[in-house]
Structures are given as structure tokens and as C-alpha cells.
């Protein structure tokens, strides 16, 4: 009986197990996780699918984006989709599986990464950047990151912009220094994390006047560049200039108790610390003395006046008649930091004229 009993059990499991299709699923709880991922654009190959973020539980996508990864115990499951460019662009996404039986993911869904355009409109101190917008349904926000070597990523780079307007995909860059290069790159983020990045771009300023308009040839105004303070009278003088078509013409009242006019530049000029810039121009002088002094160019960085000005000491006393024709007057300067520094021109002389006033890098 004991053995007719044995035989009896061991009959029933072999019909048990005759009668299901995937013994060895069933029996050992693993099971295959497969699925196609597909873009905007079609079938996305050779991107790489990983689960748990293990090596055993990897796969790539073949020419017709489908992939398959065996052998999955059953659970819940995180599973990661990648897709790297040449260009270093990338798209990622990621969400969680339940796997019980064999699981077909047909619905992958991977956004297109993000093409960001080459700089544009580029000046001494700015440039544009343009880039493609997102195709993500989850998107949540852009983040821009700059930095001034190759090497730029989320941890490496400074974030410069945010929007959370999947249409706003123009971005520009000012307070940069003269002559310097920078690189861009331009991420995609949904509630979870990032869903790419894009390509790295990067370009270099132009090397010349950070005075805007220091030649006065395209002010049409010239309170859209300097605040004036004083008594004088100042225009864009088109009969008297050393070069061009214009010049700036600061007239003051002459009074024997002593007069001056003032002009402060409105936009700040960045000046990259510990590199030597120039600070010039050509100056005429006609008329009398209204203070102790000619004029004098300040550079001002926030509260602090530097001590390298351009200074006018000739003629100085008040009434004295000082006529200089075109003059040209220079000196070196540098800043310790980052800080942007402005412009006061201090007049005290019946008529000066100023063109070329200009700060370059050397």
C-alpha cells in the first residue's frame, strides 16, 4: 500500500505538470520581460534597457526597437531605458513593472533629445542660444548649464536658466567676458528626474570695446548709455570727432565759484579678474576751467573708485583758458573680482569732446 500510495503522488504531479505550457516559469517564478521602443520619429535602436539596474537583467534594442530580457523573478521591478547619441545627446526614461507572468511592453514611449543650435548674435559680452523644443508628454521644465571648459554636465556646469514653458526655447547669455569661450548644455526634466540632455555647444566672445557705443557713432540717445548729472549740456556733436561721423560733446557753464558735469554709464562692464585691460580714448578741450581740474575718467567697481583714472592735470585753476586739439589718453588696469565695474566722467572745461572711449582686454 505505502508504495501504491508513492506511485499515486508521483502520477499526479507528472499529469500536473504535463497539463501546463511554461513548467519551468511556473516552477522557478522567472519569467521574460520584452517590449518595443519607439520615438517620435519610429523605432529607437540600440537603446539600452536595464532592470534593476543589473548587468544579468540588460538588452539592447534591435533595428526594429524591440528587445527582451529573460530570467526576471516575479516582483515589482524598476526598468531604465537609454538611448546615447554621437553627439552626445541622450534620452532616458524610466518607470516600474509588476512581473508575474511574462510581461510584453508594447507602449515604450522615449522622448527625442534635445538639439541645442549653435550660439548666435554673439558680442564681446552675450550670445543667444536657440534650442529644439521637447516632444516629452511629461515634461516639466528646461535647465541650461554653462561652463567655460568641455567637461559640463548637471554637477560640473552652472545652472544659468529655467523655464517650465515647453515652448520657450530661446535663452541670452550676458555679463560674459570679452574674448572667452563657453559651452552650453541644455537638460529635460519631468517630476522624476531627467528625461535627456542634449548636445554640447559653445563658442567664444569677440574681443573688443566693452564701452557700448564707446565710439558714439550708433547712440541715437545719449541718456540710453550715461545717466548726466551737473549743469551741462550734452550732445552727439556730428561737426567736431576725432574719427567716424560723431562724437560726444560735453558743454558746462563756466561760474567763478566752479562747475561740473558728470556722466555715469548705465550698463555694467564685466572685466574677467587678474587680466589686463586698457582703458582710452580721444579727447579735445576748448575753453575755460570751471574746477581745479580738466577731466578725469573714473572706473568705479560698486562702492570703490579705483585708483588707475585717466586724468587731465593741465590748465587746471578756475577761469584759466585750457585749448587742447586731439589728445589720446591711455592706462592699464585690472580687477581682483568678478564684480562689473562702471564709468564716471567727470567734465570741468567749458567744451570736451570724447570719441574711441573704449576698454579692451590685453
Not at 56 to 66: D, K, R
Not at 134 to 148: G, H, N, V
Not at 337 to 351: G, V
Request: charged share 20%; net charge negative; aromatic share 12%.
Amino acid at each position: 500500500m505505502k508504495y501504491k500510495f508513492i506511485l499515486a503522488v508521483l502520477i499526479s504531479l507528472f499529469l500536473q505538470i504535463g497539463c501546463n505550457k511554461e513548467p519551468f516559469i511556473t516552477e522557478s517564478g522567472l519569467y521574460s520581460v520584452s517590449g518595443k521602443i519607439y520615438n517620435s520619429k519610429g523605432s529607437v535602436q540600440n537603446a539600452k534597457i536595464t532592470i534593476d539596474n543589473s548587468v544579468n537583467w540588460t538588452a539592447y534594442t534591435s533595428e526594429e526597437g524591440s528587445f527582451m530580457i529573460e530570467n526576471v523573478p516575479e516582483g515589482t521591478h524598476k526598468i531604465e531605458i537609454e538611448k546615447e547619441n554621437p553627439d552626445k545627446s541622450f534620452s532616458e526614461k524610466s518607470e516600474t513593472i509588476s512581473v508575474y507572468t511574462n510581461l510584453i511592453l508594447d507602449s515604450l514611449f522615449l522622448p527625442k533629445p534635445v538639439k541645442l543650435f549653435e550660439p548666435y548674435d554673439i558680442t564681446v559680452h552675450s550670445l543667444k542660444l536657440d534650442w529644439e523644443s521637447t516632444d516629452a508628454e511629461d515634461f516639466i521644465e528646461y535647465k541650461l548649464y554653462k561652463r567655460d571648459t568641455p567637461g559640463l554636465d548637471e554637477t560640473t556646469g552652472e545652472l544659468i536658466y529655467v523655464s517650465t514653458n515647453k515652448m520657450d526655447t530661446t535663452f541670452e547669455d550676458t555679463g560674459l567676458y570679452s574674448n572667452n569661450i563657453y559651452y552650453y548644455r541644455a537638460y529635460v526634466m519631468n517630476n522624476y528626474g531627467r528625461l535627456g540632455g542634449s548636445n554640447i555647444v559653445s563658442s567664444t566672445t569677440l574681443q573688443g570695446n566693452l564701452i557700448i557705443n564707446g565710439d558714439f557713432e550708433s547712440t541715437i540717445n545719449i541718456l540710453d548709455d550715461w545717466d548726466i548729472l551737473g549743469s551741462g549740456n550734452v550732445t552727439l556733436d556730428s561737426i567736431v570727432f576725432y574719427q567716424g561721423s560723431k562724437s560726444l560733446h560735453i558743454e558746462t557753464p563756466f561760474r567763478s565759484t566752479g562747475n561740473s558735469t558728470s556722466l555715469f554709464s548705465k550698463e555694467p562692464i564685466f572685466i574677467e579678474p587678474n587680466v589686463q585691460h586698457v582703458l582710452a580714448g580721444w579727447f579735445k578741450f576748448e575753453g575755460r576751467v570751471t574746477d581745479l581740474i580738466n577731466a578725469v575718467v573714473v572706473i568705479k567697481q560698486g562702492q570703490q573708485q579705483l585708483m588707475e583714472n585717466l586724468m587731465f592735470a593741465e590748465g587746471g585753476g578756475i577761469g584759466n583758458v585750457y585749448n587742447q586739439d586731439w589728445i589720446y589718453k591711455n592706462i592699464s588696469f585690472s580687477v581682483s573680482n568678478n564684480e562689473p565695474i562702471k564709468l564716471w566722467i567727470y567734465c570741468t572745461t567749458e567744451n570736451i569732446w570724447i570719441d574711441e572711449l573704449s576698454i579692451i582686454s590685453q
